[in-house]
């Protein structure tokens, strides 16, 4: 029976101002990327998103970014790798100490952003990463294919490939830019269809058409869609008639 | 054999400014209150201090703040009791990760500034710190005869008393203003000798000259003073002659 | 013929998160009190919002708040005179540019939520206040009645009382907490009443039934309700049938 | 008569932290550039900083950052020319208002670290800030031979090229970077000695010896360094003894 795990960032509300459906979304997912307080989050949002993931049964990430919540953790910014580190486990620690204080414990890190990004491409920002998710005894969410997947396996440190439904992808198997024409899929059944390829056959479809291999351990949603709840649906229902499981890894 | 715990405030630079001599002083205590970024203290530096703390064998707590950056975590803000709660869990796990990240463990809690004075007296909001350290799992520093005192042994949560050496006390044995004459002992001798007298009889000598009964289980040094080094030795040099030995509780 | 102000908080967006309908409310006020970056708004916000100020020919005002981006600025925190002042100068200075960058200037400064509170209670804070305005040779809008409205007549400052249509009055002719009965006025027609007894008559009966004496320059619309706009044109009906006319002091 | 103008940043102390001797360097300088709170600064230290330039004589300018205060600004992030344009109002707005408050006014902008480099090197950015000095009417210092002079120049906005002292030049006559050799001149006698050449004959002398034409309207003061009082007064030694002017241009 094939496996997959479907993640969300997840918390991403500040202070006075609502973003996302997380209490629509979370019955639908395996994985929640719970928003630190770098790029959103705060102290008393996150306590809420842990508990909706207990509640739920939804294994708790944290979803480290830049500090830059001005510009919600997307603006690139020149750091080094020990910088890195040290925001990884700080914002991981605090997303960890609000689950422990709800029974719960700290499962994995995924990296937000701009963070997800540079990581992605910068052996010494993913081996920082990787030595900050091992010294808190915590699995790695990254891009399948990075140079991020690669060190993490290398160093032994338990991690997940991910791969998007609903963006296109280059003849490398990476992310195609989001204003290339292809780089969104909008169509929700489309969307489905790759899904299950990348699932049952561990490829996709490149957008110069080209078939490519991709490692899919976890999948994305992005929760702040406007369909995200009925695309998760479809996601759910079409892994039923699959008879594809569901979980956490 | 009398013991005392011997803590000190630390890791309060921020980003490019310096503040107190935490290396100086480190090798003195035996327990480190680590800034935790709301007041001071920012991710490199609370990992350099926690660092710091592991090869000086110091227990390591966390010094949460509210979040007043500018006002160096001393002006009252109105927070609910669930706001303190938030507050608490989020700062204590971003230093509690670093700990664990240095092989080490979160020790206790000790509440900076406005804070440590807001919980001391209102109800509400000492609950809500004893929750979160119940929840944490941590050891909290409270000032000896408060509410917070009181309410955390109520609850069986593991709370010190603490005692100054270097300021001045009422007749109901808690601290006078800083500013009413007395209320700072800038005499290295006399605060010693306060010390002594807190920690070997449980007394102290109030500013109008009663004998007032404390509870003295961790003496706090201020580290950002100027003579903070040479103050600590003396103690250290005092207790020694006393045989009274220094030790985390 | 009677004249009135209606002024709105505006500006209110952070970064990725929106809050209220600016662009819906702007043609039919007066006044936009324009968020500063410390309680919502930031750089971008300001410069949107002043330039939809300057296309609907609105007067352009500050409306700086305490340094709570996470409390929106409603919680209140103890400051000095001294921090009142520079905190009024820094935020108005900010909005004042973007107003000249686009061709306008800054009419007045409202202060946001807990500020606006403490400053119409305290003489200190709102002396301080009073002479920021003055040194930027600015408008005050103050709460009707306010120690703040006394202190910025004797001083000479220009000041506008501000009254509002949909919150209950006391005996003192003060605002009467939202959490009481009858505390928020949720009744369109009623708080229509309200406004044009306030405006016509200089009175407004309060919660326990006395007609009560309240000065009437610039009534307050609540741009975050979702009702906003409709209650906006009920109430610019109203004064165009009772020939009041609208425009910023 | 030759003339040059001696500009220093200044107000980089931040809430409890202090930086730098502005009380000691600020006699010695004609312009002052002020940090603005998003690298360092705060309300109340603007409001001191530019009451000193006032007491001193010394032209205030606003000294804004990219929003880092962790990274004190010197971290690259990548910005859009809008996001420059809006970052630099609003903090020159500020620290405008405090000057209007304190009887005097804005003078000049000068970007701070990174995006002081940022804005030589890019058209964009560039564009941005030229447009922003325009806006509001102020003078802008730029590094001598960047794309952000002659852009200023070609827009007609008054504009000052920038050259260092303490600093060394490649053969295109721009920052050699600080950990070269030769990068950061520390003997003072030598760095007079470049002064000199700069402001008299229009020329420096590039690390790799060779004599490159440099325009020199005003040079830069490093206050943040130990001899910051003394390099400045050997400084105004010598030109005083070549006769050479100092004055806010």
């Known amino acids: 029976?094939?496996?997959?795990?479907?993640?969300?960032?997840?918390?991403?509300?500040?202070?006075?101002?609502?973003?996302?459906?997380?209490?629509?979304?979370?019955?639908h997912i395996s994985s929640a990327n719970v928003a630190c307080g770098f790029h959103g989050g705060d102290p008393a949002t996150i306590r809420k998103t842990v508990q909706l993931a207990v509640d739920n049964d939804v294994a708790i990430g944290a979803h480290p970014s830049l500090p830059?919540?001005?510009?919600?953790?997307?603006?690139?910014?020149?750091?080094?790798?020990?910088?890195?580190?040290?925001?990884?486990v700080y914002q991981a620690g605090a997303v960890e100490a609000f689950a422990r204080a709800a029974g719960s414990k700290l499962h994995h890190i995924k990296c937000h952003g701009a963070l997800y990004n540079m990581a992605a491409n910068d052996e010494g920002l993913s081996d920082a990463m990787v030595r900050a998710a091992k010294d808190l005894g915590a699995m790695l969410y990254v891009l399948s294919k990075s140079k991020n997947y690669?060190?993490?396996?290398?160093?032994?440190?338990?991690?997940?490939?991910?791969?998007?439904?609903?963006?296109?992808?280059?003849?490398?198997?990476?992310?195609?830019?989001?204003?290339?024409?292809g780089g969104m899929i909008k169509?929700?059944?489309?969307?489905?269809?790759?899904a299950l390829g990348m699932i049952e056959e561990g490829y996709v479809t490149s957008l110069s058409g080209k078939r490519v291999a991709v490692a899919a351990d976890t999948l994305c949603i992005h929760g702040d869609q406007p369909g995200a709840v009925a695309f998760a649906k479809a996601l759910r229902k079409a892994f039923k008639e699959r008879k594809i499981e569901v979980a956490a890894p």
Not at 187 to 194: F, G, L, N, T
């Open 150 to 181: 690669v060190i993490a396996r290398k160093k032994r440190v338990p991690v997940c490939a991910e791969v998007f439904a609903d963006r296109g992808y280059t003849d490398e198997g990476v992310l195609a830019p989001r204003d290339k024409p």
């Open 68 to 88: 830059d919540i001005q510009g919600f953790g997307r603006r690139v910014m020149k750091i080094s790798p020990q910088e890195m580190y040290d925001l990884v």
């Open 1 to 27: 029976m094939k496996r997959i795990d479907l993640n969300c960032d997840m918390g991403e509300s500040y202070g006075a101002w609502k973003m996302g459906d997380d209490a629509g979304v979370m019955p």
């Open 187 to 194: 169509d929700s059944a489309k969307a489905v269809k790759q």
